[in-house]
């Protein structure tokens, strides 16, 4: 039997509302799993709960119900130094990659900064273990389409794109068993978004990484995943495989997404 990668019970999450009119934010009780080099697509529209959902999934937020497990461990009652160490197998790309890198720092600073931040941990993803800190970065950028050239600069010399592929890379630094990617290809001009895919899913295959891929565009979900869910305001309102993606039994909603995304 496959393992779970991640598994969610019954997860709940709503936020005080100002206005009548924006109660049933949030997401409701909502169950799923993720298993072991799955890929799996949720797609819905601005506002359904993908991203409340991802700050649960990746604990950055605590539920007000239900449970999240990693690699079959209940998050809930972890210790901080427990969940720090399992946090190194789960990591996320956004799809602001401007703000998810330091200004400040150096490109090839801002991709070893996992590597820093678990310097006991040997990161499977380099052949050779000797390397220096900056040759990692090298080897990183490399994987992602980078070059030398690009090991000094700042964030704010790269392109959009240039940018997303050093999240990647940062994201896979660690080889992690998880990959959690909340619209990244979002702001892309859509060449480029088609090659930040490829990138993904590439990477996906030849690390064996589960993955939650989130996008608004179902065109995208059918490319990349085996298996797709279906949100809307809160609930997953439909789940199938993309096989199964032009079948009758499709709810209504799919249905839209689909014909929205031809
Ligand atoms: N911290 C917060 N406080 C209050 N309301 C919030 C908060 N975070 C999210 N919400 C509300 O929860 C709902 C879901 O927001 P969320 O960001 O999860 O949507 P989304 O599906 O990721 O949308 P998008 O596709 O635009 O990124 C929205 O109505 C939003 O206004
Ligand atoms: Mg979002």
Known sequence: MMKEAVKVVNLSKSYPSKSAKEKGNGIHRLSFTIRQGECVGLVGESGCGKSTLVRQLLALETPDEGEVYWLSQRLANLSRSRLRLLRQHVQAVFQDAAAALNDRLPIWRSVIEPLDNYPDVK??????QDLERRERAQFLLALVGLSGEHLDRYPHELSG???????????VSLCPQVLICDEPTSG?????????????LRLQRELKMSMLFISHDM?????????????????????????????????EYTKLLIAAAQ
């Open 219 to 251: 065109a995208v979900i059918a490319q990349l995943c085996q298996r797709v869910m279906v949100m809307k305001k809160g609930l997953i309102v439909d789940q199938f495989g993309v096989d199964q993606m032009n079948e009758e039994a499709r709810h």
């Open 188 to 200: 892309l001009d859509p060449t480029i978004q088609r090659q930040i895919l490829e990138l993904l």
């Open 123 to 128: 990161s499977t993803i380099f052949e050779r």
């Open 161 to 171: 794109g240039q940018r997303q592929r050093v999240c990647i890379a940062r994201a």
